[in-house]
């Protein structure tokens, strides 16, 4: 029985998503109310504040639970341990082609605390935990690096026609491997 209740949870959680997820695309964030949602998802609203407070805390959970699926991609990433980032670039990118609709809807969203924000501090966390003695200039550069590559992968997200995953890949080796420590290619490596 408790299998069965964890199901329907399961996909009421996903519909609320998805509700919210085309409410996005169609309107700013903060005009989208709970009855627009429950309207959207075809789902009453006490089923709706059974799982959450208002659509802030839907979109805080979604985010969440996005971010901590990154945190768990790029966990012990090591320079020293990896010989190339092309393995979690690749998990990173799919994850997002998965998501394409609700990331693309969540970076439109102009919080300070938002999605793009969230995602800069996971990538600078990850940065500077292979750093034994931080300068400032290394917090800096953590910085930089880590809005870098958001700014990237919003723009790949959200373009009509972006190029192709495996392009878009390596162009992110190319650019971050230099700037996260990895040794340089040979012309042997592929």
């Known amino acids: 029985m408790q299998r069965q209740e964890d199901k329907r949870v399961r996909r009421t959680k996903r519909l609320l998503r998805q509700a919210l997820t085309r409410l996005m695309q169609q309107k700013e964030f903060k005009s989208i109310t709970v009855t627009d949602i429950?309207?959207?998802?075809?789902?009453?609203?006490?089923?709706?504040?059974a799982h959450y407070r208002d659509v802030y805390d839907l979109r805080e959970r979604i985010e969440g639970?996005?971010?901590?699926?990154?945190?768990?991609?790029?966990?012990?990433?090591?320079?020293?341990?990896?010989?190339?980032?092309?393995?979690?670039?690749?998990?990173?990118?799919?994850?997002?082609?998965?998501?394409?609709?609700?990331?693309?809807?969540?970076?439109?969203?102009?919080?300070?605390?938002?999605?793009?924000?969230?995602?800069i501090g996971v990538l600078e966390e990850c940065r500077l935990e292979g750093i034994p003695c931080r300068s400032v200039e290394d917090v800096y550069v953590a910085r930089f690096v880590a809005t870098g590559l958001v700014g990237i992968l919003e723009k790949w997200i959200t373009e009509p026609q972006p190029i192709p995953k495996k392009e878009m890949t390596a162009l992110m080796a190319r650019v971050l491997e230099p700037l996260l420590g990895y040794p340089p290619k040979t012309a042997l490596q592929p």
Do not use: C, H
């Open 65 to 119: 639970e996005m971010i901590a699926d990154f945190r768990s991609m790029i966990a012990g990433l090591r320079p020293s341990e990896t010989a190339s980032l092309q393995p979690v670039l690749n998990r990173a990118v799919d994850y997002l082609e998965e998501n394409r609709e609700i990331v693309a809807a969540l970076t439109r969203v102009n919080a300070g605390d938002g999605f793009g924000q969230k995602l």
């Open 38 to 49: 429950v309207r959207e998802a075809d789902i009453n609203r006490g089923t709706f504040y």
